[in-house]
């Protein structure tokens, strides 16, 4: 069979591949320490599982719009007013299948063959692929620890070239946990309006903060700034809704119709009675959030505080989302030899940086119970100590 060529010009998700792997090895009975995975190892809350399942009971199992559910769009219109002081109203929203979907719907809606997309490294493994398949040129930028793993205005000017149509930001960031400061996203916004670019602003950890760090986001640096904006969220990080699949995307309503065309030719609605599940999770008490995050920073501490333990590993200590990505450059193998090494010698699943464009660092996900933190630390410092 001869397949499409596009096909050939992505590379298979390693997250996904090594959580895949990770949880043969825990079925066949091995005691395998995870931190794939980026997915929290709650339940999603019982206030939002029994909204889904009162949908349910109400025969909301039908089609509905491709768009969303209107009260849903309203919800989140609403809350993006009041969270993020950007000014959209319904008809500026798609929901879709999960936050990834909505940057895919973005990619083949905007961006053509010839269009540059600037996208810092370390990035999240799906954004150069997404570009690959509409056609678009990736333009990767390397940051690193000295600055915070953030790009810098100068390094976004410098990358911008007259095919530039998109710059792709994610703060905070998988996989490095960096969160941009109010004033580095405002001096970031400054050169995107300079240079009549459009700049996707992927917001899914925007709830998962710590020590006293804030999520501004772009389209609310300056009113320049919010006409060249595409927010880009969702509810799997913050609500542990990982499988439900909901996410949104907002925008100039002429961005949205055009991706609800794609939509409406590809997936059409996003589960109906999800939706609803998602309504209460926007509507409601946002304690379940906040508990969540605590039980993420207090891993975090610990994971931090192990790490910088073992000679030889470096890390920059994370200030949102629930990530560490560590730097294993003085170790003397690449990411790929030392996660598959990792797992199959001491039952500990992580992720090679290469696949998010460094393959000298690895990525952990400290979205796990603090007995699998302790004993798979204790099981790399020992995996170090044996290189």
């Not at 995107?192 to 609310?220: M, P």
């Not at 799997?236 to 499988?243: E, F, I, L, N, V």
């Amino acid at each position: 069979m001869k397949l499409a060529s596009r096909v050939a010009q992505v590379t298979p998700s390693l997250t996904l591949a090594i959580s895949a792997k990770a949880k043969k090895m825990k079925a066949s009975g091995l005691d395998v320490c995870s931190f794939s995975a980026g997915e929290p190892d709650f339940d999603t809350p019982d206030h939002i599982k029994a909204a889904a399942q009162k949908a349910l009971n109400e025969g909301k199992t039908k089609y509905g719009p491709a768009s969303g559910e209107p009260k849903l769009k309203e919800a989140i219109a609403q809350k993006l007013q009041k969270d993020n002081n950007l000014n959209y109203k319904p008809e500026n929203v798609i929901v879709t299948n999960g936050g990834k979907h909505s940057l895919y719907n973005l990619m083949m809606a905007l961006i053509e063959p010839g269009d540059e997309v600037i996208i810092p490294i370390p990035y999240w493994v799906s954004y150069p692929e997404m570009v690959a398949l509409a056609g678009g040129k990736s333009v990767l930028v390397t940051t690193d620890a000295a600055t915070g793993y953030k790009i810098t205005p100068e390094q976004l000017q410098n990358a911008i070239t007259p095919n530039s149509k998109l710059f792709v930001l994610n703060s905070p960031s998988n996989p490095t946990g960096m969160v941009y400061s109010p004033e580095e996203i405002k001096a970031l916004a400054e050169v995107v309006v300079k240079n009549n670019l459009w700049v996707v602003s992927d917001e899914i950890y925007e709830k998962i903060l710590y020590d006293g760090a804030v999520h501004l986001s772009i389209g609310a640096a300056s009113p320049e700034a919010f006409e060249r904006s595409i927010i880009s969220n969702g509810f799997a990080k913050a609500y542990a809704m990982t499988g439900w699949r909901v996410g949104y995307l907002a925008a100039p309503v002429e961005l949205i119709k055009a991706c609800n065309t794609i939509q409406g030719h590809s997936t059409s609605n996003v589960c109906t009675f999800a939706q609803y599940g998602a309504i209460a999770a926007l509507e409601s008490s946002q304690d379940c959030v906040e508990k969540m995050r605590l039980a993420f920073d207090e891993r975090r501490k610990v994971i931090i505080q192990r790490i910088q333990a073992i000679p030889k590993l470096s890390v920059t200590e994370p200030k949102g989302a629930f990530y560490v990505y560590v730097n294993i450059g003085q170790l003397g193998l690449k990411s790929t030899d030392f996660c598959n090494q990792f797992l199959d010698n001491y039952n500990v699943a992580t992720i090679p940086g290469v696949a998010f464009g460094a393959d000298d660092h690895i990525r952990l996900s400290y979205a796990t119970d603090m007995t699998s933190i302790e004993k798979g630390m204790e099981r790399l410092g020992k995996f170090v100590q044996s290189l």
